[in-house]
């Protein structure tokens, strides 16, 4: 994969984002059942916050471009994009859009769908992860009565598909490192602020997602 390429990859992905966070921030609404605390969503929507959602896609992208295999691009490229902005409204307000996160389902399976013409046996991978992972949260939000929110169910499509596409050991391995970059999270919120304020599922998955990607 050339320099160029990868930038190309990287602003392309930067381009995306720019787009549907801002569209996010000033369009979906507010979540009825909440509290005082929550930040609005229009309140993201300002140059520093989008910045660092930004750049978080460009680098995402990149690393995409430098290491998946080029069938895998259109899955991974949903969770460089949508996927960060999801990701970024929840380390910002704690709160998934249910109508973004339906919206990445859609984008996703168009992805899925194109990848069938350049890899079928990769579009299928992509199909299985997707399907294994929001099943295995969906369990385990049931079994452990609802500890965490819902959101973070519907947004482990996009990580399964996309880390999927790569080999088992990567699903496993972003799955694995997504869980402990919470726990992780949540010794460290306890020990500054003595208590945990929230637990940041989406950052954590999408950065082990990456992470998986760049260990395989």
């Known amino acids: 994969m050339t320099s160029a390429s990868i930038v190309a990859a990287a602003l392309l992905c930067a381009f995306a984002t720019t787009v549907v966070w801002q ?4 369009r979906i609404p507010e979540p009825v059942a909440t509290d005082e605390s929550k930040r609005a ?3 993201l929507a300002g140059p520093r916050l989008t910045l660092l959602v930004v750049l978080a896609s460009a680098a995402s992208g990149s690393l995409v471009a430098h290491t998946a295999p080029s069938a ?4 991974w490229a949903v ?3 949508v996927g960060v902005v999801i990701a970024g409204l929840d380390a910002f307000t704690t709160w998934m859009p249910r109508s973004l996160a339906h919206w990445s389902w859609v984008v996703l399976a168009v992805a899925i769908a194109g990848t069938a013409f350049w890899s079928p046996a990769m579009a299928i991978a992509g199909l299985v992860g997707a399907v294994a ?3 295995l949260f969906g369990l385990i939000w049931l079994i452990s009565r609802q500890g965490f929110g819902f959101g973070d169910v519907r947004y482990m499509p996009l990580i399964g ?3 999927a596409t790569i080999s088992l050991n990567t699903f ?4 694995i490192c997504g869980a402990l970059l919470v726990v992780a999270w ?3 919120d306890r020990a500054i602020h003595h208590r945990i304020r929230f637990l940041p599922w989406g950052p954590a998955y999408w950065l082990a997602a990456l992470a998986a990607l760049a260990l395989h």
């Open 23 to 26: 569209v996010a921030c000033r």
């Open 41 to 43: 969503y229009r309140d």
């Open 72 to 75: 895998s691009w259109a899955i």
């Open 79 to 81: 969770l460089s994009t």
């Open 133 to 135: 992972a929001g099943l």
């Open 161 to 163: 598909a996309a880390t």
């Open 172 to 175: 496993e391995t972003a799955l």
């Open 186 to 188: 949540a010794i460290i």
